[in-house]
């Protein structure tokens, strides 16, 4: 049992943008291509170039390029619920990894006593 739990939580490790919620939501600029999730009312906007500003949280779509300062779309702060950080590349990147850990691992396991058919 204990070894299938280790499995699953590897699993969940690997796979996901691993969004969590900052701390606060103290004023600041994050980093340019940090993807930030904006909830309000239910309704969720994937931002990234976000800066807040003690009245304001500003961003640019995730699908455009952060530089584009025409591009950039702003919220009032009392108007937002919350906000979520993660890095969906990174997730993509781990969920990888963990899957062809999974199949070289599996293909150790069957051949390490010499491979079906000969090979």
Not at 55 to 76: E, M, N, Q, Y
Not at 88 to 113: Q, S
């Amino acid at each position: 049992m204990q070894r299938k739990t280790a499995l699953l939580s590897l699993v969940f490790l690997g796979c996901g943008a691993g969004w969590h919620r900052p701390p606060d939501l103290e004023p600041r600029a994050y980093p340019e291509h940090q993807q930030v999730q904006v909830w309000q009312g239910g309704t969720v906007r994937r931002w990234q170039a976000v800066r807040i500003t003690p009245d304001s949280i500003s961003g640019v779509l995730f699908t455009k390029p952060a530089g584009c300062d025409s591009c950039r779309l702003s919220l009032p702060r009392a108007a937002v619920d919350s906000i979520r950080l993660g890095n969906p590349v990174d997730g993509f990147w781990k969920t990888f990894g963990l899957v062809m850990t999974g199949f070289f691992g599996a293909l150790i396991i069957i051949c390490r006593d010499g491979c079906p058919n000969g090979g």
